[in-house]
């Protein structure tokens, strides 16, 4: 069981939850997640990035997005709750060392697992310049926190509501120009992001790591569900990964396999959403 | 099917009849070899495709007696040689035969720790049954002593009656031992420790223990709550569970002794990485390994789409690829889970497979269709991504390779399509490389398994031993239990050392 410490809305759809594990915290490293079950009996097993972690209150951070199932379940848990099972920290940690200039482009909720590489980064004596990018203003996340880190900060938005009104490719484009230009580039966020973030790179011939969020069942190597094509083999994102070079991950096969269970889990989240709205209105004596 | 199917009371009355003209007579060799095999009672293969529950469903009370008849108590016991923990099999039998079931059990029990479990998966007709002088002069295999329904029977009575003793535990001694996953090998260690006197702390990656015997074997052919008993059975005994631990993440391994105070680590984490083919269209949507596909219905359940979070594909027509038990549980689950087809894909004739022939015969009775001497050499996807086909070549058999097994052969240009909408790949597991690479100077082989001294089932590391497929690759849970004792005995007698 870990106890829920502390709940933030970071925005409309993304939450942030500090929670009790002791061991986690002691050992994650930058790059690791965790799986999360909200029930052991019927719950599904989830990947999430671990966003920061505090070893001596033993507490991680936890940042995700509502997007299914398990993210609504756990949204809606109140400070003080817990969740069942947190298995981690897993996957390989993130290599660190002083490669020089770092750029940094965090997407939407990518922003969440790109922290503690940007930490860890600059920690080993890099600069950091980081690209941070949403939709609109209301889904920019942690601005202030990598602002804090950050050399220097770039934040864009799809419609200009913030920041410069464009997509993260193109300042990731312009720093590519730049001489002498930088030593790495580490890109997360949603696939579609990380693909054209490797393509801008690629003429660049700029080293570009990406961390993958694919479907898992146990988070160990047993089942093989999260396995993606990297450089035409096989490769499975929860122990040869989660990061990978980006210029050699087959994004298309990824994108197709992350939707396998896409019209399965809208009627589960239908679901949940009548049982949910039933049991308010039951609640409310309404029948 | 050609025939009715035999319900358990038909069974029963049968051998009732046949049981009360034996009465009192004193049986030669040659009456004890006339009785006739008694067939395991079964849900008919119609009601079964459409449930979860137990398929065999144990001998009656006559018929486990008029079984254990059948046995000549052979001076040489050549059914023991058969067993890989040496279960003193005449002596167990005879005693059933005698209607002393509770001393049956006892006997068993003096080897083998999970007889439940055992009677109910062991290949037993390649181990001591194939060795059954019955089944030899009798010249078939299936004609053997059903040795494994018998250690099955008198384990189930035990267990239904609740009159199970927990083994005895020798006072404390203050030592600690780890014990890394919670599957056959590492329930075995965890017991065998644990009744020295010694803490034993079982420690398991996923939410639930048990390993294999609960992710991987379906409920239809190992009830998940025969495991759980065996599990609570340590529990009660002291042993300390701790659930979603990955030892290589959570805690580094050596760190367990370093840090942690352990004084030895038995790892038993198995086999645990699929195989797969290494084809064209391997990773299209609707392509699973075994593992995957048996984890999400037995483990989350999702076979329960009413109360599981956890999704399983849709499947119209599922091609298996592979010949072994995980197969048959695959083909079958997805029988159970809705599918219209489901074919069976094996590169060799059933002849090699090396899957139970009671479970072959199960799926043949559910509908799953054989395809023997075929293979895929690509699997074919539409602009979506999805699984629509795979394009098989027909094999022939050459000469017998490593394994003794017939080497299949691929016959050019016999290329043809078979309409699939979803892959099982169940070809097999790698080693976890997990362990490996997070434990510096831990000597693996050159398939990745952890390399132990044979005699003792210790690695390369003091203090560190490991059993189970993570050593053996992929084989038995008989196997991986021998193993785990083999493991514990060392781990005792290097915790009995006093300290110089």
């Avoid at chain 1, 939707?259 to 039933?278: F, G, N, V």
Wanted: proline share 5%; glycine share 10%.
């Amino acid at each position: 069981m870990h106890k829920i410490l502390s709940k933030e809305q970071l925005s409309d759809d993304v939450f942030l939850l500090r929670v009790e594990a002791a061991l986690i915290a002691e050992e994650r490293q930058p790059g690791q997640f965790v799986i999360v079950q909200v029930d052991n009996q019927f719950g599904e097993r989830i990947p999430l990035t671990i966003a920061d972690a505090d070893p001596r209150e033993g507490s991680i951070t936890l940042v995700f997005q509502t997007v299914g199932k398990t993210t609504h379940k756990l949204a809606d848990k109140p400070v003080g709750d817990s969740i069942e099972s947190i298995l981690g920290p897993l996957g390989r940690p993130t290599h660190i060392e002083r490669f020089g200039t770092v750029v940094a482009v965090g997407g939407g909720i990518g922003v969440a697992p790109l922290y503690p590489i940007v930490q860890g980064m600059k920690k080993a004596g890099n600069k950091l310049i980081v690209i941070m990018g949403a939709r609109n203003k209301s889904l920019i996340i942690l601005e202030d926190r990598m602002r804090a880190l950050a050399d220097e900060l770039i934040v864009c938005t799809d419609d200009g509501s913030h920041g410069r009104k464009c997509l993260v490719t193109e300042p990731l484009k312009e720093l590519c120009g730049r001489s002498p230009k930088p030593d790495l580039c580490v890109a997360i966020g949603p696939p579609i992001m990380m693909k054209f973030c490797a393509e801008t790179t690629r003429p660049f011939a700029l080293r570009t790591l990406v961390s993958l969020n694919t479907i898992m069942v146990d988070g160990t190597g047993m089942c093989g569900g999260c396995r993606v094509t990297v450089g035409g083999e096989t490769k499975f994102v929860c122990v040869d990964g989660p990061e990978f070079d980006g210029h050699l991950v087959d994004f298309d096969n990824m994108m197709r396999r992350l939707r396998a269970y896409k019209t399965h889990e809208e009627a589960a989240h239908h679901q949940c959403h009548l049982d949910s709205d039933l049991s308010r209105l039951r609640k409310e004596g309404h029948s | 099917m050609s025939h009715p199917h035999p319900t358990r009371e038909a069974l029963q009355q049968e051998a009732a009849v046949r049981l009360a003209t034996l009465q009192g007579k004193a049986l030669s060799s040659r009456d004890r070899m006339a009785i006739p095999s008694q067939d395991m009672p079964s849900q008919s293969p119609d009601a079964r495709r459409a449930n979860m529950g137990e398929v065999a469903l144990g001998y009656t009370a006559e018929q486990a007696r008029l079984e254990a008849l059948r046995c000549l108590q052979c001076k040489n016991a050549p059914c023991i040689d058969g067993c890989p923990v040496r279960i003193d099999i005449p002596a167990f039998v005879k005693a059933m035969a005698e209607g002393r079931d509770a001393e049956a059990i006892a006997i068993i029990r003096r080897n083998s720790l999970l007889p439940s479990v055992c009677g109910r998966v062991c290949p037993q007709e390649v181990q001591c049954q194939e060795r059954c002088t019955v089944g030899k002069v009798l010249k078939s295999v299936d004609k053997a002593v059903s040795i494994g329904r018998l250690e099955r029977y008198a384990a189930d009575l035990e267990r239904e009656s609740g009159d199970f003793r927990l083994p005895p535990v020798k006072p404390e001694t203050g030592k600690r031992v780890a014990v890394i996953g919670s599957g056959p090998a590492s329930i075995t260690v965890a017991a065998d420790v644990r009744r020295e006197g010694h803490a034993v702390t079982l420690f398991e990656a996923f939410h639930k223990p048990g390993g294999v015997l609960i992710y991987g074997i379906p409920e239809f052919r190992l009830p998940k709550t025969i495991v759980q008993q065996e599990i609570e059975t340590l529990q009660a005994m002291g042993v300390e569970l701790k659930t979603n631990f990955l030892v290589g993440r959570t805690r580094k391994l050596q760190d367990l002794i370093d840090k942690d105070g352990f004084d030895a680590v038995f790892v038993g984490t198995g086999a645990g990485l699929p195989k797969f083919m290494n084809i064209e269209g391997e990773n299209l949507v609707g392509v699973f390994s075994a593992n995957e596909y048996l984890t999400r219905a037995n483990l989350m359940r999702a076979y329960d789409t009413g109360r599981a979070d956890t999704p399983i594909f849709k499947s119209r027509k599922v091609a298996v690829l592979g010949g072994g038990n995980v197969a048959m549980d695959s083909a079958r689950m997805a029988v159970r889970l809705g599918a219209q087809e489901v074919h069976l894909v094996y590169r060799r004739t059933e002849a090699e497979m090396p899957a139970r022939v009671e479970e072959v015969g199960h799926a043949k009775e559910e509908g799953v269709l054989f395809h023997m001497l075929q293979n895929p050499c690509r699997i074919l996807g539409n602009d979506f991504g999805l699984v629509t086909g795979m394009e098989c070549l027909r094999y022939t058999l050459g000469e017998p390779d490593d394994s003794g097994r017939r080497r299949p052969v691929e016959i050019p240009g016999s290329e043809f399509v078979m309409e699939v909408d979803t892959v099982i790949v169940a070809i097999g597991n790698e080693s976890n490389p997990l362990i490996r690479q997070t434990t510096p100077g831990l000597a693996v082989n050159r398939r990745g398994n952890l390399v132990v001294a044979p005699e003792t089932g210790k690695t390369s590391i003091d203090r560190i031993y490991a059993g189970g497929d993570i050593v053996l690759g992929a084989a038995t849970v008989i196997l991986a239990m021998g193993e785990g004792r083999k493991a514990a005995a060392s781990i005792n007698a290097l915790l009995a050392t006093p300290v110089a």
